[in-house]
C-alpha cells in the first residue's frame, strides 16, 4: 500500500511553500492592524494589557515567520531548540489573550458587529485552539508532513482578527463571525491546492486540522447561546458596566454607523 506521506524529496520541497504561507499569514495581520491603526480606530493610549496582548500576539508572528525560514534554509536543529520556546509562547498567548477579552467584555467594549457573550466566547476559544494544535505539532514535530500542516492550522485559528479588522462587519450582521472565519480558511484551503497539485492528494494533517477549525467555530455559536455561555457571562462580568448589557444582543452601534435619527 502506497503511503499517504510525502516523500523525503517532497517534504525539502515544500519547505518554500510553507515559508510563503507563513510570509502570507504574517503580512495579512500586518496589514489589517496597521490599517486599523492608519484609519484612527487603534491608538497608544490603550490599556497596559491591551499592549502586553499586542506585543505577545505580534512578536508570535515574527517568531513564527522566522521558524518557518530556519526549515526553508535547512536550519532544522536551531528551529527545533526554538520550538520548545514557541510552545511556551503559547501559554504566554492564552493567558494574555483571555485576559484581555474579558477586560474588554467586563468594560463593555466588545465589537459591536458581534453580540458581548459571542465575543467573550469566540476569543478564549480561538485562542485555546491555537495553543492545543501548536502542542500537538510540537509532540508530533518528527512527523514533519503532520507537523508544518499542523503549526499553519493553529495559525489559522487565530487570524479572525485581523480579517474581523478588514472585513465590513457591521454589513455582515449577523454572519460576520462565519464570514471571518471563511476568509481565514482560504490558508487550509491553499495547502489542500497545494497538496493535490504535487502528491495528487490532501495530506490528512489540512482535513483533521479544518475540521477542527469548523468544530471551533460551531463551538462558539452552541456554548454562546447555551445556560452555560450566559453563565459564563453573567460571571465574569458581574459588578461591571459590561453587566448591563444583554450577552445575546447586539450592542448600539458607535458613530459613524449609528443610523440618523
Do not use: E, K
Not at 463593555?108 to 458581548?116: G, Q
Not at 491555537?130 to 489559522?156: E, N, S, Y
Not at 480558511?185 to 491546492?193: H, I, K, R
Request: hydrophobic fraction near 60%.
Amino acid at each position: 500500500m502506497a503511503s499517504i506521506a510525502p516523500s523525503r524529496v517532497g517534504i525539502r520541497d515544500d519547505r518554500g511553500f510553507f515559508f510563503g504561507l507563513a510570509v502570507a499569514m504574517a503580512l495579512t495581520n500586518v496589514f489589517c492592524f496597521g490599517l486599523q491603526f492608519a484609519m484612527g480606530r487603534s491608538t497608544f493610549g490603550a490599556p497596559a494589557l491591551v499592549h502586553a496582548h499586542a506585543l505577545a500576539f505580534m512578536g508570535w508572528i515574527g517568531f513564527f515567520v522566522f521558524q518557518s525560514w530556519l526549515v526553508a534554509n535547512g536550519r532544522i536543529n536551531q528551529h527545533r531548540l526554538l520550538g520548545w520556546l514557541g510552545a511556551g509562547w503559547a501559554a504566554l498567548m492564552v493567558v494574555l489573550g483571555i485576559a484581555a477579552t474579558v477586560a474588554m467584555v467586563r468594560a463593555a467594549r466588545a465589537p459591536f458587529f458581534f453580540m458581548p457573550g459571542y465575543f467573550l466566547v469566540m476569543n478564549p476559544l480561538s485562542v485555546l485552539v491555537f495553543a492545543g494544535v501548536l502542542w500537538w505539532a510540537v509532540a508530533w514535530r518528527r512527523r514533519t508532513h503532520w507537523h508544518r500542516r499542523l503549526v499553519m492550522v493553529a495559525m489559522t485559528a487565530i487570524m479572525g482578527p485581523a480579517f474581523g479588522r478588514l472585513l465590513p462587519g457591521p454589513l455582515m450582521i449577523p454572519w460576520a463571525a462565519w464570514g471571518i472565519f471563511a476568509a481565514t480558511m482560504l490558508f487550509p484551503l491553499t495547502g489542500m491546492v497545494h497538496d493535490t497539485r504535487r502528491y495528487g492528494r490532501v495530506h490528512p494533517a489540512w482535513w483533521v486540522g479544518s475540521a477542527l477549525l469548523v468544530a471551533m467555530q460551531v463551538a462558539m455559536d452552541v456554548i454562546t447561546i447555551s445556560p452555560l455561555g450566559t453563565g459564563f457571562y453573567a460571571f465574569v462580568t458581574s459588578g461591571s458596566p459590561g453587566a448591563r448589557l444583554d450577552p445575546l444582543a447586539y450592542p448600539p452601534f458607535p458613530p459613524p454607523f449609528a443610523p440618523v435619527p
